[in-house]
């Protein structure tokens, strides 16, 4: 059950703390300061390439409503039951969406990242690919992908199958050592898998609601998270994947005033049914922190990010996403 290294520290979508998200300095930054993988956030567009965006909604990580040829792509639709108005990479071809540049989504937050917006085009699958075999660091150490997909159940629904698509195109590249792949449904990764792609599985869980694709099968019927996280669940998980991946307050103790106090029993519960644990995300700024331990008002100041994290990783994680991956990297010790 080991990942080598406890617990494996993810960049997530590269070192978003520092860049933009997704792009190539973000992920090449991330290996450098000692993340032991990336994640990418996976997504199609319209002639079925894959593209790396939070979401498929882009109008806050890109520059696409600076487009005058493209203001008649902004339109309405509900994703996994949410309403949603923009811009979706769906709409567009790889040459469209190529010619975008990519943005800071946290400029508030991360206003020294935003000296970099209009710097970055948006990356393919196929790029990342070609930057974690190239990167310095690969040459001394096996460097990963967690790969996340989303929304797969829409995108099936629309005509771009992505457990077909990412078989295409990390065929030839994945082992069974290199990759991670993950998602909130579990019936793509079992698709993924039946199509022979090595790695690890691992189901992430909200804090609250269900499964998109159990939603659309079953309808108000279908097993919430919170089901899946009972003894019987967590057993029944292990026997369908490899690990699960939680938001990181699903493992928290807090006293009634918002302070931290320590973590709860899943990641035991979990590892004693045979399953992996990884949780999200660990990042150092104040408005990310438990109330006792930000340094100050401002959300944008760096808190003690050092005793979350710490309080964390204590629990027995085999993996943390973060968005200082160097921060991540030194609580771990």
């Known amino acids: 059950m080991s990942t080598t290294i406890r617990p494996l520290v993810i960049g997530h979508r590269g070192a978003s703390g520092y860049r933009p998200e997704h792009t190539r300095a973000a992920y090449e930054l991330a290996f450098t300061l000692g993340a032991d993988a990336v994640e990418p956030d996976i997504v199609a567009t319209r002639d079925g390439v894959l593209v790396l965006r939070h979401e498929n909604e882009i109008s806050g990580t890109t ?14 639709k509900t994703i996994d039951g949410d309403a949603i108005t923009g811009w979706f990479t769906e709409d567009f071809t790889w040459d469209e969406l190529s010619t975008l540049w990519a943005r800071e989504r946290l400029p508030e937050v991360r206003q020294a990242s935003t000296t970099h917006n209009d710097g970055s085009p ?3 699958l196929s790029d990342l690919l070609e930057i974690v075999d190239q990167h310095p660091e690969a040459a001394r150490r096996p460097l990963k992908i967690v790969a996340e ?6 995108f099936a629904s629309i005509g771009l199958p992505l457990d077909e698509l990412f078989a295409r195109d990390v ?3 994945a082992t069974a050592d290199n990759l991670i792949i993950e998602s909130f449904e ?13 790695g690890q599985l691992v189901f992430l869980l909200e804090s609250s609601g269900a499964p998109s694709d159990l939603i ?3 309808g108000s019927k279908a097993r919430s998270y919170a089901d899946h996280l009972s003894d019987e669940g967590l057993a029944q998980l292990a026997r369908e994947v490899d690990g699960i991946s939680v938001d990181k307050k699903m493992l928290m103790l807090k006293d009634l005033a918002g ?3 320590g973590t709860n029993d899943l990641v035991d519960r979990a590892h004693a049914a045979g399953l992996l644990v990884f949780c999200w995300t660990l990042r150092a700024e104040n408005r990310f922190l438990p109330k006792n331990l930000r340094s100050s008002k401002q959300p944008e100041q760096h808190g003690d990010w050092l005793a979350e994290f710490r309080t964390l990783m204590d629990s027995g994680l085999d993996g943390v996403f973060a968005d200082q991956p160097d921060l991540a990297v030194t609580a771990r010790g």
């Open 63 to 76: 520059n696409v409503a600076e487009h005058p040829e493209f203001a008649d792509r902004r339109t309405s």
């Open 122 to 124: 948006i990356l393919r």
């Open 149 to 154: 997909i989303k929304h797969a159940s829409y």
């Open 171 to 173: 065929r030839e590249w």
């Open 186 to 198: 579990q019936s793509v990764l079992h698709r993924i898998r039946d199509r022979g792609i090595p």
């Open 216 to 218: 659309a099968q079953h």
């Open 259 to 261: 302070n931290l106090t």
